[in-house]
């Protein structure tokens, strides 16, 4: 039988390991310190016609450097668009003339929200809604467009 | 016919009531007793640091070692698959994302279950063939808050600790496998792994499931011990009935909170 004092140090690694183990997957696994906490954000809003495969999440980038995620995806009812919450983070501020696209990181990729500074010298404030959008490309269309494009070539070498 | 039908059905359902509904009542009892007595579990801290170290630290090295085992595995297969489409960056996505959502807590927990639970189980067991329980009860001692309380709360304690510790080992063996091994980019293997597990989402979600899996399990053992008939046939029959329970428990516990928590997505 151990003594009292040996059985504590034991328990105590066994503790300080496991701390450590969710410390390592918080922090190195799910990068917890750099990725944004609600507390210093601000939503601004983005109507769109066809938000495609948009989760909420979804990463908002601008240059290619993410500075805030998808809050939350609503429908509106009477304009009959997808309205898209962005979690802004507050040290990013935009234009209040910058545009916001629904983009695919790859060909197959999630999707995410890529933004486009403007010009305007009034930045944009929390509850403001970016005016300038671009949906999502849903490759059906893209596909169809481009049978319809190929028929109608086809079409034209007959005559 | 009819009688002789009428006569099966009464047997089932004699044999619900009595062996499921009777001993899931009893065991809610035990688990409510178990509860009012850990008081002392807490106030006398050492018992249940003992109970820790029994459940938890002797059980660190299986758990170390299937992790890393699992992790390499990980790598491995999921490598295979993932270089088809292109997209083998995604190793570390595929290797944390499977080990703290689901197998983490799940494997960990079904060895604990087999490892610690039936140690309890079987502790206990044999403590009320040699009718030591009785013999606390005769001294006024209540066996519940000195025996099973510390035991149980060593188990609820430990559990999230070691589901933790195989994750972490699990990656780390996927790491080694995908990137020291196969040579996976060791920047987007941990840069992707970063965009695609959230902490609320994946990390906070299997630490509850480890919990309750760790719940599951020492209630499970604690009470077949306590409940085990004082032979030796008896002690040996709770003791796998322990292992056994409390595995399809964790898979059956793991399907429901999985749907609770990862439906939205």
């Known amino acids: 039988m151990m003594t009292r004092k040996e059985l504590d140090l034991w328990v105590g690694i066994f503790a300080v390991a496991g701390i450590g183990a969710m410390l390592f997957l918080s922090l190195k696994v799910a990068n917890l310190l750099t990725s944004f906490s609600s507390a210093d954000m601000y939503q601004i809003n983005a109507k769109f016609e066809n938000i495609g495969g948009l989760k909420v999440r979804a990463p908002v980038k601008s240059a290619g450097v993410v500075v805030g995620r998808v809050g939350d995806i609503r429908f509106d009812n009477s304009s009959f668009e997808a309205v898209v919450g962005l979690n802004i983070d507050s040290r990013f501020k935009f234009p209040k003339d910058s545009s916001a696209k629904i983009l695919t990181s790859g060909l197959l990729g999630e999707q995410y929200i890529g933004i486009t500074a403007g010009g305007d010298s009034v930045d944009l404030k929390a509850g403001d809604t970016l005016k300038l959008t671009q949906s999502a490309v849903v490759l059906e269309n893209l596909i169809g467009q481009l049978l319809y494009n190929k028929a109608s070539e086809g079409g034209d070498n007959k005559k | ?265």
Not at chain 2, 94 to 103: A, C, D, G, P, Q
Not at chain 2, 111 to 117: E, H, I
């Open chain 2, 1 to 265: 016919m009819t009688a002789r039908l009428l006569e099966l059905t009464r047997a089932l359902g004699a044999r619900i009531v009595n062996n499921w509904i009777w001993r899931l009542g009893f065991a809610c009892r035990f688990l409510w007793l178990t509860l009012k007595g850990s008081g002392s579990s807490f106030a006398r801290f050492h018992l249940t640091l003992r109970e820790i170290y029994f459940a938890g630290v002797l059980s660190l090295v299986i758990i170390l070692v299937s992790g890393l085992f699992v992790g390499m595995v990980l790598g491995l297969q999921g490598y295979d698959t993932l270089v088809r489409y292109g997209s083998s960056e995604a190793l570390g996505v595929l290797v944390s994302l499977s080990l703290v959502r689901e197998l983490g807590p799940v494997v960990a927990g079904l060895l604990f279950a087999s490892r610690a639970g039936s140690a309890i189980t079987a502790e206990i067991g044999l403590m009320k063939a040699t009718e030591q329980l009785s013999a606390m009860e005769m001294m006024a001692v209540d066996p519940i808050a000195r025996v099973v309380a510390p035991r149980f709360w060593g188990g609820v304690i430990s559990m999230p600790l070691l589901a933790a510790l195989f994750s972490a080992m699990g990656v780390f063996g996927g790491y080694l496998v995908g990137v020291r091994l196969i040579g996976v980019d060791e920047g987007s293997f941990w840069s992707q792994m970063q965009a695609a597990v959230d902490f609320r989402q994946d990390i906070l979600n299997g630490f509850i499931k480890s919990f309750v899996f760790g719940v599951a399990v020492t209630w499970i053992a604690v009470f077949e011990g306590y409940d085990a008939p004082p032979t030796a046939e008896g002690v040996s029959g709770a003791t796998t009935r322990t292992v056994v329970t409390s595995s399809l428990a964790i898979l059956a516990l793991d399907f429901v909170l999985t749907a609770l928590m990862f439906r939205g997505l």
